[in-house]
């Protein structure tokens, strides 16, 4: 309190000056050497820039009635995340325990969707494979290099990687955007650089490139399967360089 007051005091006759030391640091954006691909847009950004499943389009209903999408789609991750796929479960109940840790509001009802979403997945193919898989790994964090940008790395959580009965690699990434089944090709599009990505950090850190990358969209129960060629592959390499390079230098614009 008596520092205060003194404080105060000599603001009051101008008597002390404000220190240089304790002004804001300027950003230096050429200085940034962490990079993350959003799961919001599957576009690459700076550290510290949110990661979760957010706001990918809004429900067009009442806006009382719409589930917080950020909320939901990490409410989905982690129940994917602690589901054993080889036995069965009790999903719903798992969805009510974890919905309060997400949502403030709609929690009943974000929990009961979750669920059915969940419990869809648990019934398909890919879901089957997942049964039966030799590795199932959830949440799996990489660091990539980029050796053509300085001192920079790219850095992410890949929802699913799991090695199959016959031994082969696969990077599962699930979505929870509110899309039709017919939507999702132009949309898997937004990701495609992100699971380049994804694929290559596999490959170095495997030694082997995955049997194949997927997306999976909970809401139509719908998946594609993101390929690339090689001239593909030398095109996204550049795309991601050139974003690189945007991040640290705001006033550049992306190569297209």
């Known amino acids: 309190d008596k520092l205060l007051e003194k404080t105060n005091d000599l603001i009051a006759h101008k008597a002390s000056a404000v220190a240089t030391s304790v002004e804001p640091v300027p950003v230096d954006h050429a200085a940034r050497t962490r990079f993350s691909f ?20 809004a429900l067009e209903e ?21 589901i054993d796929f080889s036995a069965p479960q009790d999903v719903g109940g798992l969805c009510q325990f974890l919905a309060p840790r ?3 509001d709609q929690v009943e009802q974000a929990a009961a969707e979750a669920g059915s979403l969940v419990q869809q997945f648990l019934a398909s193919d890919r879901a089957a ?25 790219l850095h992410g959580f890949i929802d699913c990687l799991y090695r199959d009965a016959d031994g082969r690699w696969h990077v599962l990434d699930y ?10 090709p132009a949309l898997a599009e937004q990701y495609h650089l992100q699971m380049y990505v994804y694929a290559l950090a596999c490959e170095r850190a495997l ?10 969209f909970l809401r139509p129960q719908a998946e594609f399967t993101c390929s690339f060629s090689e001239n593909q592959k030398r095109h996204l390499h550049d795309q991601v360089t050139a974003a690189i390079q945007c991040q640290r230098h705001p006033l550049l614009q992306p190569t297209a």
């Open 102 to 104: 997400h949502l403030a």
């Open 38 to 57: 959003s799961r919001l847009s599957g576009s690459l950004q700076p550290a510290n820039t949110l990661e979760d499943e957010s706001v990918e389009t």
């Open 62 to 82: 009442n806006e009382s009635t719409i589930i917080d999408p950020l909320g939901f789609g990490t409410l989905i991750h982690e129940v994917l995340e602690r």
């Open 207 to 216: 030694g082997v490139a995955p049997a194949e990358s997927v997306l999976y």
């Open 129 to 153: 494979q997942l049964a039966e898989a030799q590795v199932v790994q959830r949440e799996v964090e990489f660091l990539l290099p980029w050796d053509e940008a300085e001192n920079a790395y």
């Open 175 to 184: 979505k929870s955007n509110q899309v039709s089944a017919g939507g999702v």
